[in-house]
């Protein structure tokens, strides 16, 4: 799986970074994965076909001591579609971006 990774967080970090996306992102069903919506203007073709496969997202995984922005957008009503696809370009910027944004706010030490 490709994705971005933030390691080595400190526990005060990791308890600021796990409320601040229970309170920001969907849970998923799974502990410590939670949905990030990618934006509809940065949809690929294909996933703007496929808007009944939508909401599309990307999983974001609090581990031991970091996060892990997964880079694969998957559709939200299919599990196997055309649609389904790691981020293009725009959509890595746009990931890249959230981490930063993320960083600076929550004012994590990295």
């Known amino acids: 799986?490709?994705?971005?990774?933030?390691?080595?967080?400190?526990?005060?970090?990791m308890e600021k970074l796990a409320g601040?996306?229970?309170a920001t992102l969907?849970?998923?069903?799974?502990?410590?994965v939670f949905w990030l919506p990618m934006p509809e203007e940065l949809l690929s073709p294909t996933q703007r076909e496929?808007?009944?496969?939508?909401?599309?997202?990307?999983?974001?995984?609090?581990?031991?001591?970091?996060l892990r922005l997964e880079l694969?957008?998957?559709?939200?009503?299919?599990?196997r579609c055309a649609c389904t696809?790691?981020?293009?370009?725009?959509?890595?910027k746009w990931l890249i971006g959230?981490?930063?944004?993320?960083?600076?706010?929550l004012e994590l030490q990295t």
Request: charged share 30%.
């Open 1 to 13: 799986m490709r994705s971005l990774v933030i390691d080595e967080l400190t526990p005060a970090d």
């Open 20 to 22: 601040h996306l229970e």
């Open 26 to 32: 969907e849970v998923s069903g799974l502990p410590d």
């Open 50 to 66: 496929h808007a009944d496969c939508g909401p599309h997202r990307v999983a974001v995984v609090l581990e031991l001591d970091g």
């Open 72 to 79: 694969l957008v998957r559709a939200s009503q299919s599990l």
């Open 85 to 92: 696809d790691y981020a293009d370009d725009g959509q890595r």
């Open 98 to 105: 959230y981490l930063d944004q993320l960083i600076e706010q």
